[in-house]
T-cell receptor, first 118, second 114 residues
Framework: GAVVSQHPSWVICKSGTSVKIECRSL??????MFWYRQFPKQSLMLMAT?????????EQGVEKDKFLINHASLTLSTLTVTSAHPEDSSFYIC??????????????FGPGTRLTVL | AQSVAQPEDQVNVAEGNPLTVKCTYS??????LFWYVQYPNRGLQFLLK??????LVKGSYGFEAEFNKSQTSFHLKKPSALVSDSALYFC????????????FGRGTSLIVHP
């Protein structure tokens, strides 16, 4: 199946700093990538849909100035958490839809990034 | 609108026994249904999907799920559970022809006891 990687797998940073998380589709092209946030023992919360070559579409309640998303190519999307604070600590997961998607357009998920803000 | 419900936060089963993780859904049209598994501190792994055709879908690691249109359910099953099956399981649905963004259930923690 299609493979999606994320880097880094974990990061610890000081409050006020910015952190960039990369999401790559390794063996397929992804016009669309998704960024999720997951709190302990909870479901995935869709943060935004990342579209190659255009602005990301953010879900209601997600601060676009705080969570900057760039989809620079068909295989790379980045999420930058700006001026991170302890409440931003979470598990961030990206996913990509293989293009062409076929009928179902199932998503392939990255391994996730554990962000801890001190 | 589309929604999915996983009514159980946790399912406990003894190793070797059959397991069922429940999922019900709601969509306006025809559903595309998915099951994913998540191991601790990992992303989600695709298990199986129902798009059309046979109501019984077989997936990875011996899992299967049965699509029941009248009950709007898509329960995940396995005939004989393994301790290594212990993980968090997510059901997801999206409407065919609608938004390609699926809606995920809240997840069910499966614990298989030795």
């Amino acid at each position: 199946g299609a493979v999606v990687s994320q880097h880094p797998s974990w990061v610890i940073c000081k409050s006020g700093t910015s952190v960039k998380i990369e999401c790559r589709s390794l063996d397929f092209q992804a016009t669309t990538m998704f960024w999720y946030r997951q709190f302990p023992k909870q479901s995935l919360m869709l943060m935004a849909t990342s579209n190659e070559g255009s602005k990301a579409t953010y879900e209601q309640g997600v601060e676009k100035d705080k969570f900057l998303i760039n989809h620079a190519s068909l295989t790379l999307s980045t999420l930058t958490v700006t001026s991170a604070h302890p409440e931003d600590s979470s598990f961030y997961i990206c996913s990509a839809r293989e293009e062409p998607s076929g009928v179902s357009g199932e998503q392939f998920f990255g391994p996730g990034t554990r962000l801890t803000v001190l | 609108a589309q929604s999915v419900a996983q009514p159980e936060d946790q399912v406990n089963v003894a190793e070797g026994n059959p397991l069922t993780v429940k999922c019900t859904y709601s969509v306006s049209g025809n559903p595309y249904l998915f099951w994913y598994v998540q191991y601790p501190n990992r992303g989600l792994q695709f298990l199986l999907k129902y798009i059309t055709g046979d109501n019984l879908v077989k997936g990875s690691y011996g899992f299967e799920a049965e699509f029941n249109k009248s009950q709007t359910s898509f329960h995940l099953k396995k005939p004989s559970a393994l301790v290594s099956d212990s993980a968090l399981y997510f059901c997801a649905v999206r409407e065919s022809g609608g938004s390609y963004i699926p809606t995920f259930g809240r997840g069910t923690s499966l614990i298989v006891h030795p």
